[in-house]
């Protein structure tokens, strides 16, 4: 099915564990981003990509680093896992920069426990 | 600063009634506005979007309302089904600003 694919779907870390949450989107589209969500909160914009080889942080980035590998992939790496990073992670697309003309097309989502 | 925010959240209505769930924004410069539906355990999904020089938009049993004056969006979805039943977020952006931003979200509770 065409549309944005996340792995893992589950993870557990340890505090200090390092891992890497991979995001691959099969629609051409130019924009990428990876937002978090936390109960009771709306989605936080970590970091995006506005399209193949450019990546900028967003609102909540620290702890983290992404690499737009090419126009399909974009993932996002936690260095030294907190418990602060505990939460759920959207990767999402879109064809045009912000959104504009249909939103964003999100994966399944990550769901991350850091212990 | 900016915010996107929603009045209510939790909203409990009967099935067949219609629903109205409101957003606040207060950034007046916002152009762009989207309303996202999101199941348990699942993404978020579009369902429809208003630009701002657009006051009203109807989809398929949804209608969003834009109110400039105010800052205000509100999502009506007519004769409510159990289906509705998710999180709804509103989110906007405007020209130049990185990506989307978005509500907290409320919980629309279908009861049969």
């Known amino acids: 099915n065409a549309g944005v694919t996340q792995t893992p779907k589950f993870q557990v870390l340890k505090t200090g564990q390092s891992m890497t949450l991979q995001c691959a989107q099969d629609m051409n589209h130019n924009s990428m981003y990876w937002y978090r969500q936390d109960p009771g909160m709306g989605l936080r914009l970590i970091y995006y990509?506005?399209?193949?080889?450019?990546?900028d942080k967003g609102e909540v980035p620290n702890g983290y680093n992404v690499s737009r590998l090419n126009k399909r992939e974009f993932s996002l790496r936690l260095e030294s896992a907190a418990p602060s990073q505990t939460s759920v992670y959207f990767c999402?697309?879109?064809?045009?920069?912000?959104?504009?003309?249909?939103?964003?097309?999100f994966g399944s989502g990550t769901r991350l426990t850091v212990v | 600063g900016e915010s996107v925010g929603l009045h209510l959240p939790t909203l409990s209505v009967q099935e067949g009634d219609n629903s109205i769930i409101n957003c606040a924004y207060s950034?007046?410069?916002?152009?762009?506005f989207i309303w996202y539906k999101q199941e348990s355990g699942k993404g978020p999904q579009f369902i429809i979007d208003?630009?701002?020089?657009?006051d009203k938009r109807q989809g398929q049993r949804v209608t969003v309302l834009l109110n400039k004056t105010v800052k205000h969006l509100s999502l009506q979805i007519a004769a409510t089904q159990p289906g509705d039943s998710a999180v709804y977020f509103c989110?906007?952006?405007?020209?130049?600003?990185?990506?989307?931003?978005f509500g907290s979200g409320t919980r629309l509770q279908v009861q049969p």
């Open positions: 990509s506005a399209s193949e080889g450019t990546t």
């Open positions: 950034n007046s410069a916002s152009d762009y």
């Open positions: 208003i630009r701002s020089n657009m």
């Open positions: 999402a697309s879109s064809a045009r920069r912000q959104g504009r003309g249909g939103g964003y097309t």
């Open positions: 989110a906007e952006s405007y020209t130049g600003r990185r990506a989307l931003t």
